[in-house]
């Protein structure tokens, strides 16, 4: 994996194969992990997180579950094509669209009453 890093922070209330699912399956829908990426073994990535191995085992079985990975024996793990549908945008990508239409918004002389007001009819259809 030449991407992101996954990171447990061991003093959260929320599980730990619970953050390594969450963190892998937003960094999948998101494009951040490419199709075909491997993915590091269950061995590797809990050693590289100081945990159990049946603990990255089972984030990467609900993450099969899911279809956003593929494991095949000699091939590694490996992320799966997405689902239609599942991509999601990623938050920093929505959050520079967001500023621009804003920043332009306001050369027009909009308030942000009206720049809401008109994000909130566009959702609307």
Do not use: K, N, W
Not at 43 to 65: F, M
Not at 83 to 110: K, S, V, Y
């Amino acid at each position: 994996m030449t991407g992101p890093a996954v990171r447990v922070d061991t003093t959260s209330p929320v599980p730990p194969y619970e953050q390594i699912r969450a963190q892998l399956a937003a960094l999948i829908t998101t494009g951040r992990l490419p199709e075909g990426e491997r993915l590091p073994t269950v061995r590797q990535l809990a050693a590289d997180l100081g945990l159990a191995a049946g603990t990255v085992a089972r984030a990467y079985r609900e993450l099969e579950a899911a279809s956003l990975i593929r494991t095949r024996r000699g091939a590694g793990t490996r992320v799966a094509p997405l689902p239609t549908g599942t991509r999601r945008p990623d938050p920093a990508e929505l959050a520079a669209l967001a500023r621009r239409f804003t920043a332009e918004a306001r050369a027009l002389g909009a308030e942000d009453a009206e720049v809401v007001a008109v994000v909130r009819e566009a959702l609307r259809g």
